[in-house]
T-cell receptor, first 113, second 116 residues
Framework: DGGITQSPKYLFRKEGQNVTLSCEQN?????MYWYRQDPGQGLRLIYY???????QKGDIAEGYSVSREKKESFPLTVTSAQKNPTAFYLC????????????FGPGTRLTVL | AQSVTQLGSHVSVSEGALVLLRCNYS??????LFWYVQYPNQGLQLLLK??????LVKGINGFEAEFKKSETSFHLTKPSAHMSDAAEYFC??????????????FGKGTKLSVKP
């Protein structure tokens, strides 16, 4: 089955720790995206990548980092510089044109202890 | 620049009643518009989208939306609500051309409750 997988589903982090969220897709999509979701805030774009080995900051990139070494994979690291990381994180992918649907993974809920 | 406004963060309807979720957009280029649904603790799923052609778009689960350029609106409707429609709904518009052309700008969402 084609789709997007995110792991883990739940993640707990102590203050001062970096954590990495996994996102893998087998849809052969060029573009991948990371969003943060907070109650009442909608989806806010953290980083996006239109092609392998290239990525761009979104609206709220501070305290986050990404890599795109393979077409299928777009991991997100939440660093200790992110002051309020508790949120629901969603990964998506698309072909990358304006008309294209973004397909979403099931999400990772990160909680800082 | 592109933006989306969803009117009403919470909407409550009775089972069998009409569902109307409002979305207004702003776009400096011809807009492509999307509606997504999210069930609790899950990812988003596409309901329908407007790109070109017919302005009345039909989607999954009996939902439809009409693109009205003069009103800059893309409201989502369903004639008869089911309990299973209870979820959060997001309207989105495509970004402009260039390096971010595949990006979507999302509204803040409308949570739909369905009363028995």
């Amino acid at each position: 089955d084609g789709g997007i997988t995110q792991s883990p589903k739940y993640l707990f982090r102590k203050e001062g720790q970096n954590v990495t969220l996994s996102c893998e897709q087998n849809l052969n999509h060029d573009a991948m995206y990371w969003y943060r979701q907070d109650p009442g805030q909608g989806l806010r774009l953290i980083y996006y990548s239109q092609i392998v080995n290239d990525f761009q900051k979104g609206d709220i990139a501070e305290g986050y980092s990404v890599s795109r070494e393979k077409k299928e994979s777009f991991p997100l690291t939440v660093t200790s510089a992110q002051k309020n990381p508790t949120a629901f994180y969603l990964c998506a992918s698309s072909i990358g044109r304006r008309t294209d649907t973004q397909y979403f993974g099931p999400g990772t809920r990160l909680t800082v202890l | 620049a592109q933006s989306v406004t969803q009117l009403g963060s919470h909407v409550s309807v009775s089972e069998g009643a009409l569902v109307l979720l409002r979305c207004n957009y702003s776009s400096s280029v011809p807009p492509y518009l999307f509606w997504y649904v999210q069930y609790p603790n899950q990812g988003l799923q596409l309901l329908l989208k407007y790109t070109t052609g017919a302005t009345l778009v039909k989607g999954i689960n009996g939902f439809e939306a009409e693109f009205k350029k003069s009103e800059t609106s893309f409201h989502l409707t369903k004639p008869s609500a089911h309990m299973s429609d209870a979820a959060e709904y997001f309207c989105a518009v495509s970004a402009g051309y260039g390096g971010s052309q595949g990006n979507l700008i999302f509204g803040k969402g409308t949570k739909l409750s369905v009363k028995p």
